[in-house]
């Protein structure tokens, strides 16, 4: 292998979560080792930016800022849903790389990310250009294919299955056989994250909210939920109900639809919870539904992240580096779990391929029999993936995050028009 | 005045807070201090447990477990929003008071549960039965006239601003000049709480998230809003708005009405987000909206409570132990504001008949004249309401929350149909 003296180039693409900064922290921290490496720059808002040569000198923000980047939520680089359309965009992204002698281009996102990054990488190959390229995966979702688990899950299950056993203590006070309380978990198409919040039960109490979990995976049985509603409010007198934004009903058409597509052709959800409370308070007379729909606060509650997953994903962004200096590309690092029952995780690398628009699904077998729980299995894997907890420095009573000063590299190209 | 000799009762009323439980945990620590009081009891549910005669042992309960209730969302003894309604009901409340030799009884709650407590406490007097009577302050809507501030209030706002300064991170990664994000806050009549959202702004950068907070204080202006979102989204690329789920247009119609109402008339309400979102993406052009709705998710957010509202709870339940042994009666502790510049806060007393039922709201000064941002007065109020962290103890990557043991006293009288 010769060593490839030049450029690194992040970029960040797709939704943000609590712990996306924190590859970037581990790409600069681990750059900075490699003396091949000669520049770091941070590419603006993902493809978009980069298409445009938007480009900021990562080496020249302070140590501080790089240092707090590990707790800060959002994407500190900017980030983007825009989709490369046009032979002549892949090109384009391949001239800024030549123009700044980028030959590290290590792009942190989820399956449309990936894919974006594995024809870039084939790009350069057939151009005859030195280029490696290496994704870190990124999702809340937890769908990408081959990783054992996605940089950004364990925070948000954190973070909702803290909710549910906080929204439980406040429920159970006030329930008289006649509350019912909804919390509309994201999860567009797999049921990964709204199936975490069963982490806010206590071990060997499965009685323990949330009573219900309605699961994309799982055909929304009307009257089998209105049974098990109702049951559930005279044993416990109050029941919460954790709902995927993606639940579908039997012929496989959302609870709640809203025309509205991304960029991607996906369906923008949101109203599942309301669409659900609606069904319950017209057919259970008497009942009080509440429902609560944090939205993207879920996925930016960086207060509440899981320390695992923070330092997994600092652990990725180091190991794309060192998998690009060992003269590897077109691959993106996967986290490999450890075979003893005591949790390990060390890092992999797949071919980008492999990823590119592959989805992981929620094994049916880790759902209880009811439908509505998850059994052992998913608890044994989920639960490694929340422990540990961050401490994020406050400011006048609010979490103090990362700033970065976003030092503009020069254009050299003509402008291009996206 | 002499020393009375008897038990204790506290209660709990309305909806939870993150601190409602801390002030129960000054009552049982400060009643242990005083050889007059014989027994702690809790009454389950407010009134209608304590209607229906079923009460706690709160002095049987482990050390820890009234430790931990200072960390402990929700009401650990439950709570209602049963409004006692004829005089039958009060009468039998004195009979159980009388059955089990309450002396000193402390109810926590807003304004209903305040003007429940003076009932109570004239009642007994009437009938010539010795009984003390000190209300203890809770509400997220910090709306009680008199006090300074209730407990319960710095946390959710503490929590609000949180979540909007980390959605602020995710929004400005993501935003391209077309994104609308809103959050919609607690808040039936008065802005306090969507208010206090305005603690995400770092200091000196008025132009920081949330760019408009629409208070119920400031009827809804349609074309202004939208004027305002415009020239945000071209200055910042993204607009995070906050809006009360009170807010209501010119004529003092809710944005988002619910022909529901509780059991004190009250209007419950849900969808002023929604709805607002519905305006804007109708009107502009091309702008995609997302509304957050963190529901009851906002007030039950122990992990993230304010260590000052919760220790400012803790102490007004001390104080109203240490009153009712004084021999005062009728009266609501109230939270007094020191008059220097370095923020001091000690307890007080009031009548409740002050109390009962009033209303104190968001000063108008203290809106800026654009209708949709605080002033300095407002923010000089706010801040040390929510300074300091709790460090709430984890299982499993969960907060580990009190669980009360909830040993039952004997019950002496017949039965009562509620």
Redo the contacts between chains.
């Keep these: 292998m010769t060593e490839l003296v030049g450029n690194v180039l992040v970029g960040?693409s797709g939704?943000?979560t609590s712990v996306i900064n924190a590859s970037v922290a581990g790409i600069v921290t681990e750059a900075l080792n490699h003396a091949c490496i000669e520049e770091i720059y941070g590419g603006l808002?993902g493809v978009?930016g980069i298409l445009q040569e938007e480009l900021i000198d990562l080496a020249s923000e302070s140590q501080q800022q790089i240092r707090a980047l590990r707790h800060?939520?959002?994407?500190?680089?900017?980030?983007?849903?825009y989709k490369l359309k046009k032979q002549q965009d892949f090109e384009r992204i391949i001239d800024v790389f030549k123009a700044h002698n980028i030959r590290y281009f290590f792009y942190l996102g989820g399956g449309d990310s990936q894919d974006t990054a594995d024809k870039i990488a084939k790009l350069a190959q057939t151009q005859g250009y030195e280029l490696r390229v290496i994704g870190v995966p990124k999702t809340i979702d937890n769908d990408l294919a081959v990783t054992d688990h996605c940089p950004g899950y364990g925070s948000v299950v954190?973070y909702l299955?803290?909710?549910v056993?906080?929204?439980?203590?406040?429920?159970?006070?006030?329930g008289?056989g006649d509350l019912v309380?909804i919390?509309e978990a994201m999860g567009r198409s797999a049921g990964w994250i709204a199936a975490g919040s069963s982490?806010?039960k206590?071990?060997d109490h499965p009685h323990d909210p949330p009573h219900i979990i309605l699961l994309p995976e799982m055909p929304f049985n009307q009257q089998k939920v209105l049974d098990e509603v109702r049951r559930i409010l005279k044993r416990d007198r109050f029941c919460l109900i954790v709902v995927a934004e993606g639940l579908v009903d039997a012929d496989g058409n959302y609870l709640a639809a809203d025309a509205?597509t991304d960029a991607f052709g996906h369906a923008r959800l949101?109203g599942a919870g309301d669409a659900l409370g609606e069904i319950i308070e017209s057919n259970i007379p008497g009942v009080?539904v509440?429902?609560?729909?944090?939205?993207?606060?879920q996925?930016?509650?960086?207060?509440?992240a899981?320390k695992t997953d923070s330092d997994e994903a600092f652990l990725a962004g180091q190991a794309a580096v060192r998998a690009a200096i060992a003269g590897e590309t077109d691959k993106m690092v996967t986290l490999v779990r450890g075979e003893t029952d005591h949790y390990t995780c060390e890092t992999g690398l797949v071919p980008l391929g492999d990823i590119a628009n592959g989805v992981k699904k929620l094994p049916r077998e880790w759902i209880n029999e009811d439908g509505v729980s998850m059994n052992f299995q998913f608890l044994r894997y989920v639960?490694p993936l929340?422990?540990?907890?961050i401490v994020v420095p406050?400011?006048?009573?609010?979490?103090n995050?990362a700033r970065l000063d976003r030092m503009a590299v020069d254009k050299s190209l003509p402008p291009y028009e996206v």
């Design positions: 960040q939704g943000p808002n978009l800060t939520p959002g994407a500190a680089l900017g980030t983007c849903r954190k299955a803290t909710a056993r906080e929204m439980a203590c406040d429920n159970e006070a006030m008289q309380s919390i982490l806010a206590r071990r509205a949101g009080k509440r429902v609560a729909r944090p939205g993207l606060i996925r930016s509650a960086a207060h509440c899981s639960q929340i422990q540990g907890e406050h400011d006048n009573g609010v979490p995050y």
